[in-house]
């Protein structure tokens, strides 16, 4: 894997809308999309009163998950350099699977200078309720990431940073708004477990 290569490409090209939608429609069966697309926007704050910021997009490569490409591109020093304060936003084609996640909340215990935000398009093997990805996210969340579903507006958002748009406004698909708010209060009920636990314990501390 060339690491400088792949950080020039995934900033200097805009995905296709055709891709954009295939790949992040929120679709409850969603057959045939075995890759996982990462739009990134990278926030750095440089002095008392001045970010810069970075934004592009990644694909799964050379059998490399994709949210692990990101993270190799912060080692590499690609989007990140010690004594910086970073505020990170994934928006994802899919949530990340328990590995990632392990990999991910394991980086971020190492890197309190670094925020992490992730928008997921759809759940991926989230359906078993003793499924390893759903355990995943609630290690992600214990970590301190904030995990959300994508809806209209940060579809939007996505198509206006991310996609080559050329001024065509972007426009939802028949179940856009339904199937969002059902993956919300799936992802909702996964990690309600978390704070449930949270609450347990308060409330056991008490007696």
């Known amino acids: 894997l060339d690491t400088m290569k792949t ?6 090209v ?4 055709k891709k954009f939608i295939y790949h992040y429609k ?43 490409l990101f993270l190799r591109l912060l080692e590499a020093g690609a989007l990140y350099s010690v004594g910086l304060c970073y505020s990170v936003t994934w928006f994802c084609s899919w949530s990340p699977c328990s590995d990632c996640s392990y990999r991910l909340a394991q980086f971020l215990s190492q890197t309190p200078n670094l925020r992490l935000r992730i928008y997921v398009s ?22 301190g990431v904030q ?38 209060r799936k992802l909702n009920d996964i990690l309600q477990l978390f704070i449930s636990h949270i609450a347990n314990n ?5 007696v």
Request: hydrophobic residues 35%.
């Open 147 to 184: 995990i959300t579903v994508m809806n209209y507006e940060d579809y939007f958002y996505c198509w206006q940073t991310f996609v080559a748009c050329r001024q065509r406004v972007f426009k939802a698909w028949d179940g856009l708004h339904q199937n969002s708010v059902q993956l919300a």
């Open 122 to 143: 759809r759940l991926y093997f989230c359906d078993p309720e003793d499924s390893s990805a759903r355990e995943g996210l609630r290690m992600l969340q214990r970590a």
């Open 26 to 68: 929120n679709m409850r069966w969603a057959k045939g999309r075995h890759e996982t697309y990462l739009c990134f926007v990278v926030k750095r704050r440089v002095g008392p009163n001045s970010l810069s910021f970075d934004f592009g997009h990644l694909r799964n490569r050379s059998g490399c998950h994709v949210e692990l």
């Open 7 to 12: 950080y020039f490409l995934c900033l200097s």
């Open 202 to 206: 308060k409330q056991t501390n008490r």
């Open 14 to 17: 805009l995905l296709a809308q």
